[in-house]
């Protein structure tokens, strides 16, 4: 029980950084990010949508209790990745492009899998406390 929180510790303080950073970018409508998103073919006033959405979910991250917003928040980073992921590989954009986003689903999918794993040895389904 210990190894998967501390597991859990590991893998959201290396997904709060790489996801955090870019959102205080986006909040900001930074050049950079909202030329990204337009390469995209998408509208530039999404790009302060998303990164208040990515930081209201890595509040929700790190504050203890509230399991169940914890699911929602890893559940709307998770399809905000795949998006991202997606939106990527569509316009053939280099491999290099596509493995930041791939790697930043890996580590939710880790602590996704260790709140899963938390419930198992606990014998809880609604209670993901940390």
Known sequence: MKKINIFYWICTGILIP????????DVMSSPASVQVVTLLGYPAYLVPFLGVARILALIAVVTPKYP??????????????IG????????????????????????????VLSLSSENIINGSEQDMTF
Do not use: H, M, N
């Open 18 to 25: 790489a996801l955090g950073i870019g959102s205080v970018f």
């Open 68 to 81: 169940r917003l914890k699911e929602w928040a890893y559940a709307g980073l998770s399809f905000d990745i």
């Open 84 to 111: 991202a992921t997606y939106s990527q590989i569509s316009l053939s954009s280099p491999f290099t492009y596509v493995v930041f986003p791939v790697i930043a689903l890996l580590f939710c999918s880790c602590v």
